[in-house]
């Protein structure tokens, strides 16, 4: 039974199969009669694949047969078959030689790797095959190896060389070498930047602020144009002449620009030579003095003729006199200097209550700095003094200041400076033998006074005053005071 | 130094050699010392910790002559300088330090600075008398620098580790445990951070050798002080495993 309905199976699948290709049909032509216009929809519906057509499509192949069949057809129809098989014929042959190169390439690659790794077998690496089983008892027996034998060996040496690390070598080429700057101390170094920053920031608030004079005739044109960069669109009024105010606009945001260590190493004078006189001048004296000490501050700050710099640096130093460094002993010149300023500042009120407050308050830390010291061995340790002749003009000041300007009353500096002359004054002998001895006078703390002043003898005293009664200034000045208080009461 | 030698001191520190580098130096006139060659070699032997370039740079040519040095590299020399065991330099760093920033308005960065140099001197201090002398003198030097800071930034333990490592080894004598917990009770100094005093306590946990022993150590804390932060004293419990409701 299973064999005679397998003879009729295989008689049914080769009449259809017949069917299929032939397309013969007893019943074809009626089929077509009957539906013309079904393939269209066919075709939509099965996505137009003749592949994926069902047994009721396949008489509508006849359809094609006869499209086909049309002369114009065929001719379009072989013209795209033969065009499609040249290109899938050039397209293999491409392929083929490509992958041939290809192969060529990885036999080459295999070839000399095997020549390397034999090269690495036979030279430097041959390790036994059976070192993973005597690990433990080789590691025991190893050592440290010399670092001097690994040197010796060339073709180590070789090898090593040859690898790229990762860290770079610099060679003579890369090496890109800057000016050669000699290296300066920070406070030197500093003080110089300082000053520098504030005098061209005082000329170039000083032109801005004036309306065109002659004195800016002589400037040159790029420092007038700089000028009229900051003017240009501002109203500008004309009223300053109040240089301490600058000042304190200046220290107070400006001061700080140069102060960190790596921009005070890397300051430079810029180049002066189209600045204006004085600031020319200036530059080309902070250029030569090295700065490093209140002498050298002192030299540079002789040669200045102008007195609104004069003040400024008055005031600068006042503010930054701790990038001096202090002598312990002997700073004679110091307080010639600070006698000078005093001397200096007489007509300007602020900068002389300044320096005045150096004396008047022994906890000035400026106090170290501008007067030499006296070891006092009752306290053992130095304790500065002033000379009879600053603190004279000293006095003075104050004297001119409480005659003149009326706003405040200076009457308790007066007497606090007097007292302090009554009660600190001693005798220095002279080293100098036709001198007679000088009287100055000791600034001690307030902590030191007492067992300071209780060295002091009487019979020294009594010759203390004894030269101050004959000396000129001291008198004129007391009378001048006793002639205010007549005045006042 | 002609433009050859100093090229080839340059070259050699660039490419780490910097023995070489300070041989040729040393060779040198004292003043032959640019800003280019200070710089590049005391950047160099911070980053390749070189101790003696180091030592050699600073008492030659930065302390007595007052050059200007960045604080961060300073940070760095003072790192250097605590682990290759010269410990006197990062005092000194810190002295030069402050004496350039005497007046300058501290910004953050120059707060950091002066905490990590400070760091470093107590560290350096701890480690050079690491047996040989008492927890009080290092605590008293901790005081000094630390507590002392502008602004009172926490402290911790992690940052103190040779200080630490010091007061274990002061903390296994017996007369030196009983000091260090006299320590909770009167201050040679006035203690202004918050953070000094449990750092110190930290310290006695993590040497201490038992759970009961850390009570009584925590009980005595308690009877003087209360409010501070114990974010430290709590970890070393933790991490040493002792069961105490802090």
């Known amino acids: 039974m299973h064999l005679k309905k397998g003879k009729r199976s295989i008689s049914t699948v080769w009449r259809l199969l017949w069917k299929r290709f032939y397309s013969v049909n007893s019943k074809t032509n009626m089929h077509f009669s009957r539906s013309r216009k079904k393939p269209v929809t066919n075709f939509t519906r099965t996505n137009g694949l003749l592949l994926s057509c069902n047994g009721d499509t396949f008489p509508y192949l006849r359809t094609l047969w006869r499209y086909f069949n049309a002369p114009g057809n065929l001719m379009f129809v072989t013209t795209n078959i033969v065009a499609f098989m040249g290109i899938v014929t050039y397209n293999t042959l491409v392929t083929i030689s490509s992958e041939r190169a290809f192969e060529e390439q990885m036999m080459a690659a295999q070839v000399s790797l095997a020549k390397q790794r034999e090269e690495l077998e036979t030279t430097a690496l041959s390790l036994p095959r059976d070192i993973e089983l005597r690990g433990e008892e080789d590691d025991i027996k190893w050592e440290q190896p010399d670092v001097a034998h690994v040197r010796e060996d060339p073709l180590v040496e070789e090898q090593n060389a040859k690898l790229d690390t990762p860290i770079k070598q610099y060679t003579l080429g890369d090496l890109i070498l800057n000016k050669r700057e000699n290296v300066t101390d920070y406070d030197s170094q500093r003080a110089k930047a300082s000053i520098f920053h504030m005098l061209y920031a005082y000329m170039l608030y000083r032109d801005v602020i004036q309306p065109t004079t002659m004195t800016q005739n002589n400037n040159s044109e790029e420092w007038r144009r700089e000028v009229e960069l900051l003017t240009k669109g501002k109203e500008v009024q004309g009223t300053h002449r109040r240089i301490d105010v600058f000042y304190d606009l200046w220290n107070k945001n400006f001061d700080k620009i140069v102060t960190s260590p790596e921009k005070v190493q890397n300051f430079q004078l810029p180049n002066w030579s189209k600045y204006p006189t004085i600031l020319k001048f200036i530059c080309t004296e902070l250029h030569d003095n090295s700065l490093k000490t209140l002498g050298e501050f002192k030299q540079f700050y002789g040669k200045v003729r102008s007195n609104e710099v004069k003040k400024l640096l008055g005031l600068w130093l006042y503010d930054h006199s701790f990038l001096f460094p202090h002598n312990i002993y002997d700073n004679r010149t110091e307080e010639d200097f600070y006698d000078i300023l005093i001397n200096d500042s007489m007509q300007d009120n602020r900068i002389f209550q300044k320096y005045s407050s150096i004396v008047m308050n022994p906890y000035n830390e400026r106090t170290q700095l501008f007067f030499p010291n006296v070891n006092s061995p009752s306290v053992n340790k130095p304790v500065p003094s002033i000379s009879l002749e600053t603190y004279t003009r000293l006095l003075k000041g104050y004297i001119n200041l409480q005659e003149t300007g009326c706003k405040y009353d200076y009457n308790d500096n007066i007497f606090k400076l007097i007292s302090i002359l009554k009660l600190n004054c001693f005798l220095q002998r002279n080293k100098k033998k036709h001198a007679g001895p000088t009287v100055r006078i000791l600034l001690p703390r307030d902590e030191d006074r007492s067992q300071i002043l209780g060295t002091i003898s009487q019979a020294e005293k009594r010759t203390c005053y004894q030269i101050l009664s004959k000396n000129r200034d001291v008198v004129a000045l007391l009378k001048r005071i006793s002639d205010i208080q007549a005045d006042s009461s | ?246």
């Open chain 2, 1 to 246: 130094v002609t433009t050859d030698v100093r090229s080839r001191i340059l070259l050699s520190s660039l490419n780490g050699k910097m023995s070489d580098a300070l041989a040729l130096l040393r060779q040198q006139q004292q003043t032959s010392v640019d800003v280019e060659l200070l710089h590049t070699m005391l950047a160099r032997a911070a980053a390749l910790a070189h101790a003696d370039t180091i030592a050699y740079m600073w008492y030659q040519h930065v302390m007595p002559r007052r050059l200007p040095v960045e604080g961060r590299l300073l940070c760095e020399m003072a790192g250097v300088a605590l682990y290759q065991d010269r410990l006197f330099l990062p005092a000194q760093f810190l002295q030069h330090y402050q004496a350039m920033n005497r007046d300058r308005r501290t910004s953050p960065e120059d707060e950091l600075i002066e905490y990590e140099l400070r760091r470093i001197k107590v560290e350096a201090f701890a480690r050079g008398t690491m047996h040989s002398t008492a927890l009080r003198e290092k605590w008293k030097v901790f005081l000094q620098e630390m507590d002392t800071l502008p602004g009172q930034p926490p402290l911790r333990l992690r940052d103190f580790p040779q200080m630490t490592k010091a007061m274990g080894i002061a903390l296994m004598q017996q007369d030196e445990q009983a000091a260090a917990l006299a320590l909770f009770g009167r201050q040679p100094l006035v203690i202004k951070n918050e953070w000094s005093l449990p750092l110190l306590l930290a310290g006695v946990l993590w040497h201490v050798p038992g759970p009961a022993q850390a009570r009584r150590v925590l009980a005595e804390f308690r009877q003087s002080y209360r409010g501070l932060p114990l974010l430290d004293a709590e970890l070393v419990i933790k991490r040493r495993g002792f069961e105490i409701n802090t």
